[in-house]
């Protein structure tokens, strides 16, 4: 009985394939889309290259095996999300929406569906072709770009607020340095202290993608705060820790092997720059309501190397 049905299957697939114009140059030429031609019993008829490359099946494993719902996730079948598209496809000749679909490999991903009604040479109406982009390249560009805009907007408020507390905390005495005021940068007043604080900032990145990928658990926020009260001690800014972070960054993304890894990096180092701010905001808020010891004239008085051992210990 069941060979018998799946012969009637490929009957069927044949006398569409043979009456329809679903192999098309433009079909089999329009490798950026996937699209799949069926009947309305789901049969799937054609299977061009773009679906093959999308979804990852060849032609032969779907052209009259799978029904076409197998390429939408349970959930939307189980709702009746797919009837109700294919309802209106009748009533209207055409149906599009963002929705997801499903791999080969069972993982799902967002795409942009249109649903086209086809008609054999005769006028009538036999199935349907199903367009589909992938768009799993485009939402990851955007989250990108509101990841970073909202980064952005983040470490401006940040900086805004360091300054204005870096100037409350500074105490009242004689012995100001350019560097309180922001006139010498870190990198340029202290290059080996800003090479140390690099150095353990890029360790902390590798730790943070170990974290990440194996779910080590990692006392990243712990050394953050302890970079902080470094860069609070040098009475840095938020331009130090920009400077800091971008010089990791381009360090670490530089020897990574594959763009996955350099997106990884990208991504820990956006919230590791967010917190370290937030260190240093915290530890200048302290010394501003007094909750935190100014360092006294011996301490900062004491040698450039001194200090610079004690950042790289930090």
Partial sequence: MRDTSQQLVQDRIRELRENTDFVSSLFESLVGYAIIA?????????????????????????????NIESFFPQEFIAEGSFQLAVSELLERGRFACEGEK?????????????FTLTKDKNGQIVGF??????????????????????NAERIERLEKELR??????????????????????LQDGFPDTFR???????????????RQAYKVKHDISGRLGAMAETLGFYKAGPRDVVDIH????????????????????????????????????????????GTGAFPNQETENRDEDTKTKEAGNG
């Fill in 38 to 66: 069926a009947d309305f019993d789901g049969n799937i008829i054609a299977f061009n290259e773009g679906a093959h490359q999308i979804y990852g099946y060849a032609p032969e494993e779907v052209i009259g095996q799978k």
């Fill in 129 to 150: 072709v199903e367009i589909v982009e992938d768009l799993t390249e485009r939402k990851l560009a955007e989250e990108v770009t509101l990841q970073a805009r909202e």
């Fill in 246 to 289: 971008t010089a990791a960054l381009k360090a670490k993304t530089r020897k990574a092997a594959t763009t996955e890894k350099r997106k990884a990096y990208t991504g820990e180092g956006w919230i590791m720059v967010l917190e370290l701010m937030g260190h240093l905001a915290s530890f200048y808020r302290n010394r501003a309501q």
């Fill in 164 to 185: 204005s507390l870096a100037s409350l905390s500074s105490p009242p005495q004689t012995g100001v340095t350019a560097q309180m005021y922001g006139v010498v940068t």
């Fill in 196 to 210: 140390n604080l690099v150095d353990s900032y890029e360790e902390l990145m590798d730790l943070a993608l170990e």
């Fill in 102 to 114: 499903v791999r080969k490999d069972g993982s799902i991903f967002p795409v942009q569906i249109l």
